[in-house]
């Protein structure tokens, strides 16, 4: 294993988040204070509760999640489309490093960076609600599997694109939507019996609930199921992640 690269590559990824600062952190966290102001403010005078949490400390969990999934998609698609885009990935591929030693660097890096965006929104999130959090080393495991897990998807969507709109297609038409109608604001029980069943054939419900538990002890579905559905999810991102190593595709194209 060529530690060496895998660090070089995970702080040139790290990087340029020094670099895009207002882009990469300034601006979610304004995001999230708004959603607090809109979403807690206007609606939680009218939601005051839900299942005994106040509506403000109930969004916590889902604006972290939504923004640990978009941006984890987003720094690791970026991050290996560039060097496609500028050609600099046949440096990478003529250069004494594997495939996976280049995953690890740039997987690595945006799970990193999506981490810290998630912490950072917990920790803005106390100025404005009483957070509690009942297991925090559950937190943690959910935090850095989801991360991990979606930016393994980012990179797969980054190698796949070959131009910026394909770049934003997936996390635009798909994963935010998903994310949006996943329980990130609202509980899967508030919900018509038909639209509660077709809530749940959305994956990312299951990741939101599990995190949630993780801060109130309440989800919509079984802790376990969340668990596992992280590791299916997780299990195809690498299946398919083997599958580009081994036959190449778009990355010498």
């Not at 404005?128 to 991360?147: E, S």
């Not at 038409?173 to 809530?199: A, N």
Request: glycine share 8%.
């Amino acid at each position: 294993m060529n530690i060496h690269a895998i660090k070089a590559i995970y702080k040139f990824e790290m990087a340029r988040t020094g670099r895009t600062l207002l882009q990469s952190v300034v601006a979610p966290v304004i995001s999230t204070s708004l959603y607090f102001v809109v979403f807690g403010s206007a609606i939680g005078s009218r939601i005051t509760e839900v299942e005994g949490i106040s509506y403000g400390a109930f969004l916590v969990p889902g604006l972290i999640m939504l923004s640990l999934l978009t941006q984890s998609v987003s720094n690791a698609a970026f991050g290996i489309y560039f060097p496609k885009f500028t050609g600099t990935i046949y440096e990478l591929l003529s250069a004494p490093v594997s495939m996976i030693e280049a995953l690890i660097g740039y997987v690595g890096a945006a799970a990193t960076k999506s981490i810290m965006l998630g912490l950072i929104i917990l920790a803005t999130a106390t100025f404005f609600v009483d957070v509690r959090i009942a297991h925090p080393m559950l937190m943690l495991v959910f935090l850095i599997l989801t991360g991990i897990t979606f930016s393994l998807f980012g990179f797969i969507i980054g190698i796949w694109a070959d131009n910026f709109e394909k770049l934003q297609l997936i996390p635009l038409l798909i994963v935010t939507p998903l994310v949006f109608l996943g329980g990130s604001f609202y509980s899967v029980s508030m919900l018509p019996p038909v639209w509660q069943t077709i809530t749940l054939l959305n994956p990312v419900t299951y990741l939101v609930s599990g995190f949630r538990w993780s801060f109130y002890e309440i989800a919509d579905v079984s802790l376990w199921i969340s668990l596992g559905m992280i590791g299916v999810f997780l299990l195809a991102c690498l299946l398919v992640v083997g599958w580009i190593f081994r036959t190449g595709y778009h990355l010498r194209s």
